[in-house]
């Protein structure tokens, strides 16, 4: 059995305010992170929205111009091109979660520094199951579709044909220890309201996060 420690937003001062405050909770589209990835690698994912990726080796490319020809160029060797199909049909909020299995091979842990690429500050949710169950209360009360459950990383760049869904994501963000959850057939950012946050979280520095040693005590 996997539980749940705790579960972390990191983010702007001023969105994590308005989550403990006002219970805001805001899901993003995946063309958005998309276009995130190039000014924040951390943040955004060129593969957000994937249903399948295709890595092939290229033999050759061809250019052709209506009056000067065809010119051809080899890729260097060695060097895959890469196919996407994508459908952006959901919207995807996401935090950083501990649990159980995560101390499984060792008593202290240590969240990686680039999480505070998230923002300076972070949310700690003190009592994440109820959280959650009042995340799915307002989600079924609007009556919107969705799912959530922790991402598996994967390495992408393999040849390889690779099935993708939302909840695959790249070995190179593994660090991000994703929870995820997404509302399904939807395209534009939405903002949902949770109730009673300001009950059970906290605003800290993210710093304070990163600076600390997580420590499992064991009976």
Known sequence: MEHTFCIIKFGKKKHLESLLKKGELYFNSTE??????????EQGDENEGAEWIK????????VNHPTLGEYNFKPASNRLGKITQFNHNYLTC?????TTKDFEKTDILKVDERMLRFGKYA?????????????????????LDYSARK????????????????????????????????????????LIRIKD???IGEIV???????????????
Not at 159 to 178: D, G, L, R, S, V
């Open 123 to 143: 949310l700690i949710i003190k009592e994440p199951k109820t959280f959650i169950d009042n995340v799915v209360d307002a989600l079924e009360f609007e009556n």
């Open 32 to 41: 958005n992170l998309n276009k995130a990835e190039i000014i924040n690698k």
């Open 197 to 199: 946050v300001n009950k």
């Open 55 to 62: 890595n092939l080796q290229f033999s050759e490319i061809k």
């Open 205 to 219: 520095a993210s710093k304070f996060i990163v600076e600390s040693q997580w420590k499992a005590i064991r009976k």
């Open 94 to 98: 996401s935090f950083f979660i501990l």
């Open 151 to 190: 991402v598996k990383y994967k390495n992408l760049k393999y040849e390889e044909h690779i099935e993708m869904n939302p909840f695959i994501k790249k070995i190179e963000h593994q660090h991000q220890k994703e929870f995820r959850v997404i509302l399904k057939n939807q395209i534009k950012p939405k």
